[in-house]
């Protein structure tokens, strides 16, 4: 991954978006909800899993609809996917119970090292590392993005629109129950909370206790964290032996807002302004298809100092902002400023937006902000502050909040319209 531009640069790209010209100003649609239905309810009835032919189907759908829209190089592109994550996880659990076995029987350099292997394997995975389990133990595949371009593909600026269109299994660690019910227990509390549990930590804490058992000599500690990761092997197993979900509000109501603002943008063109419209695949094995989309053009969206705004899961009552993201350890996106004038522009626009939010699972923003670009994401939360019918059956199109995802289209309109009104200095 190359290194990106300098952030004075970046940061000169804050003061042309905010300085260009107020707020208030510019003209920004009553986004047409039959449009958002249209996508939806056309993609929903697709089994999208990652790198499978309904994903494919839902890539070409898509294309189509942004040509119809009025975007040019409409592009379908292949890129190398593993499959989704639970068998790699479940292997390197599997790794780690033999090593707690190891353990009771006394074989201490054997347990430790298998362990250790166990927590290194799982961070890799789940934490967007290097990803070498997985590629030595799956098969490669294909998965499709789909990249279209909306104005001047020679302008001074650049921003790039994402979501995604495949669609993530279910499994009982999704079920919603608990945090309704301590919702309606203690609301405040809940409603102070700006991330989800670290729900990734026992793939590192279990094993990490079963070390510590061996490192003492307490078989006890062995066996509480055998426990632990036969729980999340567990859960693992319910989740791929599980069915793909419609994936209404993750994420065909990001990929709504694309198509949306696709209409909006090649109907009326911001001067000025190279937007890309990009929808990956395989973003539910954690990251494949975005990784591919920034091996092919990072350098030369680094090139051109782009921004990227992200629209993941937005059909939940309450839009919010996520600042960053982090299964096991939290990192910020880069470029602050661009969250700072996204959420400047939505209270121009009397559209509400909460600030502050850290997710504890991952998103495509992580793959563009390490590349070095500013990187913002859009999502939704519900008022026990969960993303609605996350990774459920229940996460079909009659449920999804149409006048939030509506609002992300008009918000994603006018951040392309600010952007476009400035100018990017060297």
Known sequence: MTAGPSIRAYESSATALTAAKPMGEG???????????????????????????????????????????????????????????????????????????????????????????????????????????????????????????????????????????????????????????????????VHARRSAPPEWWIGVIAPAVAILGVVTGQGWLISLGIAGIVAGVALLADIERSETVPGANDNLSGVAALVAIAEELSSRPVPGLDVWIVSTGAEETLQDGIRGFMARHGEELQRRRAVTLNFETVGSPHLGLLEGE??????????????DTIASIAKGRGIELERGLRARSSTDSVITSRAGLPSACLVSLTDWRALANYHLRTDVPENLDYRTIANASRLGVAVAQSFGRGSLAG
């Open 326 to 339: 982090g299964p096991l350890w939290m990192e910020d996106y880069r470029g602050p400023w661009l969250r």
């Open 27 to 189: 003209r920004v649609p009553l986004i047409d909800e039959s449009i958002l239905r249209e996508v939806v309810e056309a993609l929903a009835p697709l089994v999208r899993a990652p790198c499978s032919q309904a994903e494919r189907a839902a890539a070409d759908w898509i294309a189509s609809r942004l040509r119809k829209a009025g975007c040019h190089h409409v592009e379908l592109e292949d890129e190398a996917s593993w499959g989704s994550f639970p068998p790699n996880l479940i292997a390197a659990g599997l790794l780690g119970i033999a090593g707690g076995i190891a353990g009771l029987a006394g074989r201490e350099l054997l347990a430790i090292g298998a362990l250790l292997v166990s927590i290194v394997a799982v961070a890799d995975e789940v934490q967007n590392g290097p990803r070498v389990l997985r590629r030595l133990l799956r098969r490669k595949r294909r998965t499709v993005n789909v990249v279209a371009r909306v104005g001047d593909p020679d302008a001074p600026r650049t921003i790039v629109l994402m979501a995604h269109h495949d669609a993530a299994k279910t499994g009982h660690l999704f079920d919603q129950t608990l945090l309704k019910k301590i919702y309606a227990r203690w609301p405040a509390f």
